[in-house]
């Protein structure tokens, strides 16, 4: 067993193909698509928190540390992490690939409004 291993867990995620339009012209959402990552899911800085986008600041936020990268808002279809359950949206991927650490990416991810 690896030094963080104890803090990892499977963390399931959701991820959704873009939609197209029929052959008759009307819109088909895309498809879900389930699958898990390893990781450790961690509350927010107060620092983390003040650098949200001001009408982001107040919904429930947590960031992950993983070395699966996960596709963020930035991204035509951001992956979806759930947790107890609900459903939290990836916000922002920063790699950290430093020499002599593990490489890995953390992400911060936000409760989805309804329907996503």
């Not at 009307?26 to 983390?48: A, C, K, R």
């Not at 035509?76 to 609900?86: M, S, Y």
């Not at 990836?90 to 430093?98: K, R, S």
């Not at 991810?109 to 329907?115: C, D, V």
């Amino acid at each position: 067993m690896g030094d963080f291993d104890e803090f990892r867990k499977i963390i399931s995620c959701i991820g959704k193909t873009g939609g197209t339009f029929n052959a008759d012209g009307v819109w088909v959402e895309g498809t879900e698509t389930p699958f898990e990552i390893v990781g450790d899911i961690q509350s927010l800085s107060t620092y983390e928190i003040s650098q949200l986008p001001e009408g982001r600041r107040l919904s429930k936020s947590f960031r992950i540390f993983s070395e699966t990268k996960l596709n963020g808002i930035g991204n035509e279809n951001p992956d979806i992490v759930l947790i107890d359950g609900e459903r939290y949206e990836v916000l922002a991927t920063y790699p950290h690939q430093e020499h002599n650490v593990i490489d890995h990416y953390k992400m911060i991810i936000q409760k989805a409004e309804q329907g996503l």
